[in-house]
């Protein structure tokens, strides 16, 4: 069983930054590939980002291109959003999922059926 907690939301303003994190609680946590949803109110859970076990692919929604970044410390059993250039319209819960079945031959998953796991998420809210 995997357990995601994410850590880091909070408010601010259009225009600034933030770091969203998801400490996993397992021991095998390299072997998953991670990413990164949000779901705004009346809204269905998106997809934003994801990483690949080691890190070396990415892949961004197009609302996230060019902001956000992903990345992941396997050391650290962490994975990390930054956010940047936020809008009022980022305002969402943010999710960190991870993929046991992930395999570098094929793509990482952008639909929220290919993530096992979930965090319980942590909001972020951004004031115009």
């Known amino acids: 069983q995997v357990q995601l907690v994410e850590s880091g939301g909070g408010l601010v303003q259009a225009g600034g930054s933030l770091r969203l994190s998801c400490a996993a609680s397992?021991?095998?946590?390299?072997?998953?590939?991670l990413g990164w949803f949000r779901q705004a109110p009346g809204k269905e859970r998106e997809f934003v980002c994801a990483?690949?076990?080691?890190?070396?692919?990415?892949v961004y929604a197009d609302s996230a291109k060019g902001r956000f970044t992903i990345s992941r410390d396997n050391a650290k059993n962490t994975v990390y959003l930054q956010m940047n250039s936020l809008k009022p319209e980022d305002t969402a819960v943010y999710y960190c999922?991870?993929?046991?079945?992930?395999?570098?031959?094929?793509?990482?998953?952008?639909?929220?059926?290919?993530?096992?796991?979930w965090g319980q998420g942590t909001q972020v809210t951004v004031s115009s």
């Open positions: 397992v021991r095998t946590f390299r072997s998953y590939a």
């Open positions: 990483i690949s076990r080691d890190g070396g692919r990415t």
């Open positions: 999922a991870a993929d046991p079945a992930y395999s570098p031959t094929q793509a990482l998953g952008i639909t929220l059926g290919e993530y096992d796991y």
